[in-house]
């Protein structure tokens, strides 16, 4: 048996998150969802020496103090980061932002629906997908 997915969810509205958490907690497939509540936090989390490193970052855009593209920066400048897939996740659809994340070496852009059951699918797909492509093998 595969070992869950691993997800660090960084977004800076609780509601977001509790959301968020109580659609993976509806997918079909295992996962483990960390969050963290800012850039600052989560970038704290992935640098730390005894750091669980995710499997995938579903990061956030628009938030204060360092933003979702300042995290997303960050991380690509780390060579023990950098091979982390992130996937920008965004009420946004300006092709700026789009153009942007992919820019800064996103993996992915995923637009957020605002309906639940079209978000619990985008969740089902997201977990599916990455589950598949993690870079780790399974234990």
Request: proline share 7%; glycine share 2%; aromatic share 6%.
């Amino acid at each position: 048996m595969r070992r869950p997915l691993q997800v660090l969810l960084v977004d800076d509205s609780r509601m977001a998150r509790e959301l968020a958490e109580e659609a993976f907690s509806l997918t079909t497939q295992p996962c483990v969802v960390t969050t963290a509540a800012s850039g600052e936090q989560a970038l704290a989390l992935l640098m730390a020496r005894d750091a669980v490193r995710p499997d995938v970052v579903l990061l956030d855009i628009n938030m204060p103090g360092i933003g979702g593209f300042e995290v997303l920066d960050a991380m690509k400048a780390q060579p023990h980061l950098r091979p982390i897939p992130v996937v920008m996740l965004s009420m946004s659809s300006a092709p700026q932002d789009i153009s942007k994340a992919y820019t800064l070496h996103a993996n992915a852009y995923l637009i957020k629906s605002i309906e639940f059951q079209a978000f619990l699918n985008q969740i089902e797909r997201f977990v599916a997908f990455w589950s598949q492509a993690r870079m780790t093998p399974p234990e």
